[in-house]
């Protein structure tokens, strides 16, 4: 196994797709714009009598720099739990760490190279092994390793914490929930994947999730880039 640092490799997308929330939004037809404006309501409503509003997202929306806006409105008191996958966290770790990240699939995977990077695996294995022997859920694990930069006694400097979402939703303590599925991710080649400790920590997360979800009465859920959950 070529394992190689994350570091060298050829990323699609940098830092500078981030969005700034305080920028021109987009025009939106007519339709649109009444969409969002119903959905924005909800969220008031349900912020104005203290019910939750549940945020589920994927991977699209880290890649595509709305992290910057989700962090806004996490400030803001609109978002009391997030839903995302592995993919989701593995982004929101390579941003914050390298502020680049989506590495060219067709040409690694030419190169047998595809996923085997090594810090990525590295550090996200590593804070997720840590996160079960303390009980953490996986959102956790890693939100808490990017915050406080360091993991257990090691320091890690993370120079783009800024656009982390499961950073800020430690730092807030927001509840970050990450259900993975064993062998989507590309963190489960690297040589320090503890199975165990990804179905751990998952596990936990999915409890965590679903008591957020048993509070939902007059709550708003919002799912945002992600068929596969």
């Known amino acids: 196994m070529n394992v190689k640092s994350v570091q060298k490799r050829i990323s699609k997308s940098s830092i500078n797709v981030m969005i700034d929330p305080d ?43 709305c992290a910057p806006i989700l962090i806004r409105l996490m400030e803001m008191g609109y978002v009391q739990q997030l839903l995302t996958n592995g993919a989701g966290i593995i982004h929101d770790f390579e941003f914050a760490y390298i502020g680049k990240s989506e590495e060219d699939v067709r040409m690694y995977l030419k190169e047998g190279q595809f996923g085997l990077w090594d810090e990525t695996g590295k550090y996200l294995n590593q804070a997720i092994k840590l996160g079960s ?61 503890d199975g165990a400790a990804l179905g751990k920590t998952s596990y936990t997360d999915f409890l965590i999730f679903a008591e957020s979800v048993k509070n939902l009465q007059n709550g708003t859920f919002l799912s945002i880039g992600s068929a596969i959950m």
């Open 23 to 65: 920028s021109e939004p987009p025009r939106l037809n007519q339709e649109k714009l009444t969409l969002v404006n119903k959905i924005a309501m909800y969220m008031v409503n349900s912020k104005s009598i203290g019910a939750p509003i549940i945020l589920a997202y994927g991977a699209h929306l880290v890649k595509n720099g």
């Open 133 to 193: 022997e303390m009980n953490l859920g996986l959102g956790e694990s890693v939100g808490k390793m990017i915050f406080e930069e360091r993991l257990d006694h090691k320091s890690i400097k993370f120079p783009y914490k800024m656009y982390s979402i499961a950073g800020k939703a430690y730092e807030l303590s927001i509840p970050i929930s990450s259900c993975v599925g064993i062998g989507y991710d590309i963190i489960n080649t690297h040589p320090e994947c």
